[in-house]
């Protein structure tokens, strides 16, 4: 085990150490070259003016022998001028190698590694014939990272022969209270004393037995916690069955209905009823298997408008508003997220809201920026029922529940949905005035863009 642990930090250390070595001279590198493209441009942007001032209204005889007064001018300075008359260099000057012409059209930048020295060239098209290249010498900075990467390549040699025996050390020191409580855990393993597991010790050793102690007191209440969390998903299951049952028994009551004697266009409709239905509740129960199992599948994302998931709600619980109006609101806006889910949440919002409303009241579903409201006119209810509200089971108006159905699992779901579509439920109500859910959610379609660049940026030239 040492030998592992030694390889590993080896393996893992000494190529980091490596690593940043070569980063901070490259980074250092960068940040030189930054600042010498700024002085670069900063002359080309005194330069250019100039110089286009003065040539024009020179033929080309007068271009040319400006051009070679201004390269003497400038050449004492530090400063490479090069002028080119429709793309061929004039006044004594040459260009270091071919990439150099594709850079006259316009005004661009380009660093040369193909040439020595390294250069860095602005080109600045003065005329339409004149083009004016400023040449800065930076053959230097190359030379300042070739000798930081040997000094950095030497430090992290340095480094990683202090790594290796320092590793020694640690794993030598580390791995022998890990042996003393394998040991200690074998002992145990084979029924002996639990006294040979070192507690009390107050080394490395000590420390390392207390932790296994905690993890074992960890590992009991991860037991305890997961079989708590599959009584409390079975007993989800059984009240989620319970909750189709009433549908499954109406769709039996339609089939007995469709048994008698009836005129074969309203059995046609009795018939797309039921399928539609058969398919609803089908599509529900893989949504609601799909929720047992957050933690493994991502949910199908689609674009889907709100309006008519909205009026699709209405027209499948219409129906059994029983002489309460639904009514829906809104402009029409695209969310990303699972239709099917969404439509089941919306259900679910749009079922508790008549449930709380009495005949001639009115519920509303309102399409908003971010998502949708249901808001109703009903029984509403206290702040201690609202803070309860999302709780697994619980049931604001246990009378009500008991009168319409329901198993209290509802508004979990509901919260469970949203939050997988990265939104937020909340609720707004008031005793005797009604409720508002607001369904919230920042997952929109958006378009693709693309960015441009109207002049050409610093590019570096290499061998391939």
């Keep these: 085990m040492k030998r592992r642990l030694m390889f590993w930090m080896v393996l893992v250390f000494a190529p980091t150490l490596l690593l940043i070595s070569w980063a901070v001279s490259q980074r250092s590198f960068d940040l030189a070259m930054q600042r010498e493209q700024e002085r670069a441009l900063i002359s080309e942007a005194l330069i250019a003016p100039q110089v286009k001032r003065n040539i024009e209204k020179l033929d080309y005889d007068g271009i040319v022998q400006a051009a070679r007064q201004y390269r003497q001018a400038y050449g004492a300075q530090g400063i490479e001028l090069v002028f080119c008359y429709n793309g061929i260099p004039i006044g004594g000057a040459q260009l270091p190698n071919g990439n150099y012409s594709a850079m006259l059209a316009v005004r661009s930048i380009m660093l040369d590694t193909l040439s020595r020295p390294e250069r860095l060239a602005i080109a600045e098209p003065l005329t339409d014939r004149v083009t004016l290249l400023v040449l800065r010498d930076v053959s230097d900075l190359y030379e300042m990272r070739s000798h930081m990467r040997r000094v950095f390549l030497l430090a992290g040699l340095l480094g990683s022969l202090v790594m290796v025996i320092m590793s020694w050390i640690f794993a030598s020191r580390f791995t022998k209270p890990v042996a003393q409580l394998t040991a200690a855990a074998q002992t145990m393993a084979r029924g002996g004393a639990g006294e040979s597991l070192p507690t009390g010790r107050r080394d490395e050793l000590g420390t390392l037995a207390r932790s296994f102690a905690d993890m074992q007191r960890a590992v009991q209440s991860r037991e305890e916690s997961l079989i708590e969390e599959a009584q409390n998903r079975q007993l989800m299951l059984e009240a989620l069955a319970h909750e189709m049952r009433t549908p499954l028994c109406s769709l039996l009551g339609n089939v007995r209905f469709l048994q008698m004697p009836t005129e074969e266009k309203l059995r046609a409709e009795i018939t797309e009823d039921m399928a539609h239905e058969i398919k609803r509740l089908t599509d529900m129960d893989q949504q609601l298997m799909k929720l047992t199992r957050l933690s493994h599948e991502p949910i199908e994302m689609e674009d889907v408008e709100v309006l008519p998931l909205l009026r699709e709600t209405v027209k499948r619980l219409g129906p059994t508003a029983e002489g309460i109006q639904l009514r829906v609101e809104g402009e029409n806006v695209l969310i990303r997220g699972d239709h099917d889910?969404?439509?089941?949440?919306a259900d679910n919002l749009t079922v508790n809201a008549l449930r709380a409303s009495a005949p001639g009241q009115t519920v509303v579903l309102k399409a908003t920026a971010h998502g949708f409201q249901v808001c109703d006119e009903g029984l509403g209810m206290t702040e201690e029922q609202l803070g309860h509200l999302f709780e697994p089971f619980y049931k604001a108006d246990k009378a009500r529940t008991r009168k319409h159905g329901g198993a209290g699992l509802g508004?979990?779901?509901?919260?469970?949905?949203?939050?997988?579509?990265?939104?937020?439920?909340?609720?707004?109500?008031?005793?005797?005035?009604?409720?508002?859910?607001?369904?919230?959610?920042?997952?929109?379609?958006?378009?693709?863009?693309?960015?441009?660049?109207?002049?050409?940026?610093?590019?570096?030239?290499?061998?391939?």
Excluded: M
Aim: glycine residues 6%; proline residues 3%.
């Design 341 to 345: 889910l969404l439509a089941l949440l």
């Design 411 to 464: 508004l979990t779901l509901c919260k469970k949905i949203v939050e997988l579509h990265g939104g937020e439920l909340t609720y707004e109500s008031e005793v005797n005035r009604g409720t508002t859910a607001t369904v919230t959610t920042w997952l929109h379609p958006v378009a693709d863009s693309v960015t441009q660049f109207d002049v050409p940026c610093h590019q570096e030239v290499s061998h391939s």
